[in-house]
Structures are given as C-alpha cells and as structure tokens.
C-alpha cells in the first residue's frame, strides 16, 4: 500500500525539484558572469596609470604591446608597455619602478617618450605617513607635475635632486627621505632608457 501511495509524492515533487535545481544553477552562472566582470573591472583599473602617463597619439594596443625586463638591475623585473604609431615607436610605460620611501618601498609609473622625454610619473602603492611622505602622491599635490617634459638632455645628473640637495626639484615640507627615493628612480629609468633604449622596444 505504501510504495503506490510514495509515487504520487515523488511525481508531484519533481517539478519543484527541477525549478530548485534550475535556479541553483542559474545562480550558479549569474555568479560566475559578475566575478569575471568584477575581475575585468579591476584589471582595468590597474591598467589605468599605463594612459595616465602615456598621453602620447598610438594606434597599438598598449596593454597588449609588453615585455618584462629587469629596469633598474636590482633583480625585480618590471612591465614595459610601448607604444606605437604606424610601427614606429611612440614610448614606453614602465611600471612597476621600484623607490625608496620612509616607510618602505614606493610603486611607480613612469612615462618616456622615444626621445627620452617624461610624459608623467603616478604612484601606484606607497606606505608613507599621512600628511607628509603621502603629499608625493598625485591625489595629495601637484608634486609629480614637475616631472614631465623633463630628461636627461634638460637637467645634468646633478640637477635630480630636491632643491635643499642643490637640484631642480620641489621637496616636500617635512619630508625630505620620500622626495629623493622617488626622484633618484625615476632618473634611474630615464639613464637606463637612455643608455639602451633599443632594449625597450624589441
């Protein structure tokens, strides 16, 4: 009597098992799709510094055009997006150009065009203090502005200092250790860049 009564059961739940077993994976999928949006999203947020500071005309594709070399020789290897017009080298992104802070290691972005020229340097990551290392930071001052248009043509290996070490460079009220790690690595690209700028293209 009971296995006659049971299959009346079982037929009425299969429709609501089918739905639940739908919606899982309609969940399932829906999940997957917004982690890979959200993926994609931060992806080209930290691509976003590349165009920041590669304001130059190109017809590559920038974030696709890279190599990965050892920049500064200190054994930590570095992006190297370049870009083009018509095949013709346009300049480089490097990043990360690794600089000594206060608090630790600085992350930079730094812009070069072909002929050696800044185009713009951003911080990426930094552990400074609040209020007076931080002020280098492009959202906290105009610090960064005075880079680009800059190059080793322009100002001699002496001049890339702060002002008070007898350079050509703002320092930072309070804070004179972050201002020199940042501009003694970005004169460190620019010689590198300078030295075997070929190396940055092939």
Do not use: C
């Amino acid at each position: 009597m009971t296995a006659p009564q049971s299959r009346p059961r079982v037929r009425a739940l299969l429709p609501v098992l089918l739905v639940a077993a739908l919606g899982t994976l309609l969940i399932n999928v829906a999940q997957s799709k917004l982690a890979d949006r959200i993926q994609a999203g931060k992806a080209q947020r930290d691509m976003r510094p590349v165009f920041d500071v590669m304001p130059l005309q190109h017809d590559n594709d920038l974030l696709a055009d890279r190599i990965t070399i050892d920049v500064l020789q200190q054994g930590l290897s570095a992006n190297v997006f370049r870009a083009r017009r018509a095949g013709q080298p346009v300049g480089v992104v490097v990043m990360p150009v690794m600089a000594g802070g206060y608090n630790g290691s600085i992350e930079l972005a730094v812009g070069i065009a072909y002929d050696g020229t800044l185009t713009g340097v951003h911080i990426l990551r930094h552990h400074e203090t609040a209020g007076l290392g931080d002020q280098v930071h492009q959202q906290k001052s105009a610090w960064l502005d005075q880079f680009p248009g800059r190059s080793l043509s322009d100002t001699p290996p002496e001049a890339w200092a702060v002002a008070p070490d007898g350079g050509r460079f703002d320092g930072i009220s309070g804070a004179t250790i972050t201002p020199r790690g940042v501009i003694r690595a970005i004169h460190a690209v620019l010689t590198r860049y300078g030295a075997d700028t070929d190396a940055f293209y092939r």
